[in-house]
């Protein structure tokens, strides 16, 4: 037997080892906690005006819908 861990049923894919498995779950909490911040800071944009989100060239429905979206939802 080696001294890597294999996985035979990955629920992130094909994976190799455990850390390579730690890696790619780690870069999937790390892009759920940027969409966290993102949508947070979406509706604190929101909630100073609606001329916020213009300015940074979104429509204002777009970033309501965006705001309300859980982090796990892309």
């Keep these: 037997m080696s001294g890597t861990l294999h ?23 790390g892009a759920l906690r940027h969409r966290q911040g993102v949508r947070g800071e979406m509706r604190r944009l929101l909630k100073v005006g609606p001329h916020m989100i213009a300015d940074i ?7 309501v819908a965006e705001s309300r979206k859980m982090p796990w939802q892309a």
């Design 57 to 63: 060239g979104l429509d204002f429905d777009e970033a």
């Design 7 to 29: 996985l035979r049923r990955a629920p992130l894919g094909e994976c190799r080892s455990l850390t390579e498995w730690f890696r790619k779950v780690n870069a999937r909490l």
